[in-house]
């Protein structure tokens, strides 16, 4: 029975050899910090809300803010909404109202209470966060 030979140099060898050569320095610090990033900027795309074309003319001609707590919270309503397997849900934010598709993470129509619409149609659950 032949040996096993390992021909292969360990990965941290081969990212420090990657390292010189681009910049001369050996230091783990930038690799670590640079992944960390990517990784982070990836959870935060996947789980934050983007808006559709129809929905920011929405919140422009309704004068709607939104503060970056009411945006963790619409976020929050719509990770609720993905436990629950709904797939177009009504997220309520104090008084403010979005339309989401929750598979792909966008809002499709925004409004406020003082909005004479109070009728949601095409809605499969409803999240109030």
Known sequence: MNPIVNEFAPLSS???DL??????SNSNSDVNVSFKMIYQ???DDATS?????HANERIS???????????KRLNDGVIK??????KDSLIIVDDMSFVVNI????????????D??????????????
């Not at 909404?81 to 709904?86: G, L, V």
């Not at 598979?103 to 003082?114: C, D, E, F, R, Y």
């Open 19 to 24: 390292r010189s050569k681009r910049d001369g």
């Open 81 to 86: 909404a993905r436990e629950k397997n709904i």
């Open 49 to 53: 809300v983007s808006f559709s074309k």
């Open 116 to 129: 004479d619409r109070n009728v949601f149609t095409n809605i499969d659950g409803a999240v109030i966060s």
């Open 103 to 114: 598979p792909n993470n966008k809002v499709i129509t925004a409004l406020n209470s003082q």
């Open 14 to 16: 081969t990212l420090d």
């Open 61 to 71: 001609s309704r004068q709607l803010d939104l503060s970056e707590d009411q945006m």
């Open 41 to 43: 900027n990836t959870l």
